[in-house]
């Protein structure tokens, strides 16, 4: 069965990190582009950061450029997203989602995403 399994979600202080995990089941990361995305209570889900399965490029959004970094550890079948200095407005629960990608075109749009796993809490809160 194919799937994504989210991990390492928690309730963290502002300034606080976390670092959450996607893991794979049923398939092998190294072809497919990963997006991890978020979505607060009441409002849409949004696209946080995304890797190239092709050259290892990534994206951010603006709001976590330099607070966030997204990585692939391809021998453990892994993505990780590594969350420093949080702010409140980083609570969501945070999805991961895996593409199969054939060219170095690298998507950021949630809709292009085949698998989705269940998610992971992230509350930032004093």
């Known amino acids: 069965q194919v799937q994504v399994v989210e991990s390492g979600g928690g309730l963290v202080q502002p300034g606080g990190s976390l670092r959450l995990s996607c893991a794979a089941s049923?398939?092998?990361?190294?072809?497919?582009?990963i997006g991890w995305f978020r979505q607060a209570p009441g409002k849409e889900r949004e696209v946080v950061s995304c890797?190239?399965?092709?050259?290892?490029?990534?994206y951010h959004r603006n709001s976590v450029k330099g607070r966030f970094t997204i990585s692939r550890d391809n021998a453990k079948n892994t993505v990780y997203l590594q969350m420093d200095s949080l702010k409140p407005e980083d609570t969501a629960l945070y999805y991961c989602?895996?593409?199969?990608?054939?060219?170095?075109?690298?998507?950021?749009?949630?809709?292009?995403?085949?698998?989705w796993g269940q998610g992971t809490q992230v509350t930032v809160s004093s």
């Open positions: 989602a895996a593409k199969i990608q054939y060219s170095d075109y690298l998507p950021t749009d949630q809709f292009e995403y085949h698998y």
């Open positions: 049923g398939f092998t990361l190294d072809s497919y582009a």
């Open positions: 890797i190239s399965s092709r050259d290892g490029s990534t």
